[in-house]
């Protein structure tokens, strides 16, 4: 079967980092985008951004450039979210989800979503 | 304030038919195709829809879609209860290099 599975929640301090993992398994992990999406408590979904994992080149939301990085691990079939500098407002459940094989396609299966808490 | 514009709320009685919108622009619904996601809180987003009406395997010819130049609709016909949930619109923006636009998400009530 075909999976995403991401790490547990978290909870950080302002001011603190936080990474998030999602492994991949039921396909050729390097044959589709990674993305990384997420909702903060009341709101809509929001593009963070994506990574190519045959590559490793990803690009980010204009909005969190300088703050988040992503990586992965083919080894493992695994893609990870790095995001720095935290703030209240990054409090949110974040959702990584594969795409296709060009970043423009459809995201047509997500993670269980990890929920991040950012809390003095 | 989300780059898509949806309702915040359409509701309907069961066996009906409801339609949610999605309005963007240019570089964005204009030019590339519409997905729509199923979103129940606390599970994982549900691709509905992609390139503006495909269905992905599973999921009932009740859920269409369908794009204009700068806008889309999803159509959910026969209402079922267990419709109830946040919809979403999302698609790829050629601005800023390039990224990825949700609307602001519909929330179906079946009354």
């Known amino acids: 079967q075909v999976h995403l599975v991401q790490s547990g929640a978290e909870m950080r301090k302002p001011g603190a980092s936080m990474k998030v993992s999602c492994r991949a398994s039921?396909?050729?992990?390097?044959?589709?985008?990674v993305h990384w999406v997420r909702q903060a408590p009341g709101q809509g979904l929001e593009w963070v951004g994506r990574?190519?994992?045959?590559?490793?080149?990803?690009s980010f939301a204009q909005n969190l450039q300088g703050r988040v990085t992503m990586t992965s691990d083919t080894s493992i079939s695994t893609a990870y979210m790095e995001l720095t500098g935290l703030t209240s407002d990054d409090t949110a459940v974040y959702y990584c989800?594969?795409?296709?094989?060009?970043?423009?396609?459809?995201?047509?299966?997500w993670g269980q979503g990890t929920l991040v808490t950012v809390s003095s | 304030q989300s780059v898509l514009t949806q309702p915040p709320s359409v509701s309907g009685t069961p066996g009906q038919r409801v339609t949610i919108s999605c309005s963007g622009s240019?570089?964005?619904?204009?030019?590339?195709?519409v997905n729509w996601y199923q979103h129940l809180p606390g599970t994982a987003p549900k691709l509905l829809i992609y390139?503006?009406?495909q269905r992905p395997s599973g999921v009932p010819d009740r859920f269409s879609g369908s794009k204009s130049g700068t806008s889309a609709s999803l159509a959910i016909s026969g209402l079922q209860s267990d419709d109830e949930a946040d919809f979403y619109c999302a698609a790829w923006d050629d601005s800023l290099n390039g990224h990825w636009v949700f609307g602001g998400g519909t929330k179906l009530t079946v009354l």
């Open positions: 039921g396909y050729t992990f390097t044959d589709n985008f």
């Open positions: 989800a594969r795409g296709g094989h060009q970043v423009w396609l459809h995201f047509d299966l």
């Open positions: 240019s570089s964005n619904i204009g030019g590339n195709n």
């Open positions: 990574i190519e994992p045959s590559s490793g080149a990803a």
């Open positions: 390139r503006n009406d």
